[in-house]
């Protein structure tokens, strides 16, 4: 694939008018952020994982006592699993967003199942909504570079994830279309390769 691509991040373009219309619109103001970030799908999986755990931390109700299974700490712990129906308290199956990511990475570093990026430690149910989506994404923003690892297998695994999250992910369509043609960049440039 030949299509012009900013030197610093890499970002693609479908020829070089548009590459000098996008920095002309302020592509030099966002260039560092993107290459920092690990280049352009790793940048906008970055912000619909922040995103999604603000509306996950946002949305869920913690019951007083509630702590997270992973870590024991309490605040800003988030359920969507149904720990509060197979464990029968509501105190249960709560966590940090953060701590959920850091098991699933961990947890795939080891060459357990992708299973952790899906579904809770404790009730086994898939994650649902926003958590499922966060998951998603971090999966995707650390495996987005690593496109030659195992035939690039795990990039593929990683947008497969983010994919139907996107799909799934609870809220209203209006949301949805917009959580989707921000994840078009990603799928379009790993089309492109």
């Excluded at 970030?37 to 006592?65: C, R, Y």
């Excluded at 024991?72 to 359920?79: H, L, P």
């Excluded at 030659?148 to 799934?168: D, F, K, M, N, V």
């Amino acid at each position: 694939y030949d299509a012009p691509r900013c030197i610093r991040c890499h970002t693609r373009y479908c020829n070089t008018e548009c590459q000098h219309q996008h920095w002309l619109a302020g592509h030099k103001k966002k260039c560092k952020k993107i290459t920092n970030a690990g280049g352009a799908e790793a940048h906008h999986a970055s912000k619909i994982l922040a995103k999604a755990t603000a509306a996950a931390e946002e949305k869920t109700k913690v019951p007083v006592g509630a702590k997270c299974y992973l870590c024991g700490k309490g605040e800003n712990i988030v359920r969507d699993c149904l720990c509060e129906y197979r464990q029968k308290t509501r105190t249960k199956g709560f966590a940090h967003v953060a701590c959920l990511i850091r098991r699933a990475h961990n947890g795939n570093q080891r060459g357990e199942s992708w299973e952790r990026y899906l579904k809770c430690g404790l009730c086994e149910s898939l994650f649902y909504g926003q958590v499922r989506l966060a998951l998603a994404a971090a999966s995707y923003v650390k495996f987005s570079s690593e496109a030659e690892e195992r035939g690039g297998y795990c990039q593929t695994r990683a947008l497969s994830l983010l994919g139907r999250a996107l799909a799934y992910t609870d809220g209203s369509q209006v949301q949805r279309v917009e959580d989707a043609k921000a994840a078009l960049p990603i799928l379009e440039s790993c089309l492109a390769t």
